[in-house]
């Protein structure tokens, strides 16, 4: 099985926290390594997946770890873990968060709302007044903010979150972005380590699939160069930004297949089968998710039960 994580660091006491499920703590990560190396998983890159999953012979189970986005504590908290059990895993920064050139929406979305009392917002039709005093109303407004996203001009949507950010509150959305995701020099040192491999994940963390054929082909070879450029190889994998069937189809698991990856993973969530070798740019990955960090749901996720009827 592929895992899905993002952050690794402290429990939040926040009753507002609309990112909780991104987020899981070190405690519960060293318990699900060793739960997954107790049940006789074989951690392994994820780049050498197709080839281990082809050879029918080999009856073993694989485990796999991968890291979305490039957050500072991947490299300050999570990577030691692994170290301690010589466990691989992959980062699939998002390069333009890397340079400080794209800021990452859901972030900025969740600090303004729990700075204010009330936004007013444009959602496409016409301006709205939303009461963001309680906890309830705060997250009703967050979900409305996603919505606009998922069904908006994505780029455009993100601008008008960043300014409202901004003007309203007074909020830095590139101050978030420094605070919480690896610089080219953190992002270079960790590649150093053997046991992490750094994969493509776009620049501008846009929904691949609602985008011209022109863009998708920018942000997968832009990220390639850029990339290359940092860490000083160019990656064998690739993560779809958000990766639901919604932000994957046909045409780019095609597409990175074309530009030359060797796996490229989703975030609809399956347990490996050795048919996913002949579709090696659309295996399936399951979320560690913050909101169940209890060792008896990673058991049920390696039991493979939940999926049976997938």
């Known amino acids: 099985m592929v895992f899905t994580l993002h952050h690794v660091g402290p429990n939040q006491t926040d009753k507002f926290q609309p990112n909780s499920i991104l987020s899981v703590t070190p405690e519960f990560?060293?318990?699900?390594?060793?739960?997954?190396?107790?049940?006789?998983?074989v951690p392994v890159h994820l780049h050498d997946l197709p080839a281990l999953l082809?050879?029918?012979?080999?009856?073993?189970?694989?485990v796999v770890f991968t890291f979305d986005d490039g957050y500072r504590n991947?490299?300050?908290?999570?990577?030691?873990?692994?170290?301690?059990?010589g466990v691989p895993f992959t980062v699939f920064p998002t390069m333009g968060f890397v340079a400080r050139t794209h800021t990452i929406w859901w972030e900025t979305a969740e600090a303004l709302l729990k700075k204010t009392p009330q936004i007013e917002f444009n959602f496409g039709s016409r301006m709205?007044?939303?009461?963001?005093?309680?906890?309830?109303?705060?997250?009703a407004a967050f979900d409305r903010l996603a919505a606009f996203v998922r069904t908006f001009n994505e780029d455009e949507a993100v601008?008008?979150?960043?300014e409202l950010a901004v003007t309203q509150c007074?909020?830095?959305?590139l101050a978030i972005v420094d605070e919480l995701v690896m610089d080219?020099?953190?992002?270079?040192?960790?590649?150093?380590d053997p046991l992490v491999q750094i994969g493509g994940h776009t620049i501008a963390h846009v929904n691949l699939r609602r985008v011209n054929e022109e863009r998708l082909v920018h942000e997968i070879d832009s990220s390639i160069s850029a990339i290359d450029r940092c860490v000083g190889y160019r990656p064998k994998s690739f993560s779809y930004p958000y990766g639901w069937c919604s932000a994957v189809s046909e045409r780019e698991i095609e597409m990175t297949?074309?530009?030359?990856?060797?796996?490229a993973v989703t975030t609809q969530p399956a347990v490996l089968r050795s048919s996913d070798a002949l579709r090696p740019t659309a295996i399936k990955r399951i979320s560690l998710n913050g909101n169940f960090q209890k060792q008896r749901y990673v058991q049920a996720l390696i039991s493979g039960l939940a999926f049976m009827f997938l």
């Open 74 to 85: 991947n490299a300050e908290i999570a990577a030691p873990i692994f170290r301690k059990f």
């Open 170 to 173: 007074g909020i830095d959305p």
């Open 29 to 41: 990560l060293t318990e699900t390594i060793q739960t997954v190396l107790g049940a006789g998983l």
């Open 257 to 263: 297949a074309k530009a030359g990856f060797q796996v």
């Open 184 to 192: 080219h020099a953190q992002l270079q040192a960790l590649a150093n």
């Open 128 to 139: 709205e007044t939303l009461r963001t005093e309680t906890v309830t109303q705060k997250y």
């Open 54 to 62: 082809a050879d029918r012979s080999d009856k073993r189970k694989f």
């Open 159 to 162: 601008r008008q979150i960043d």
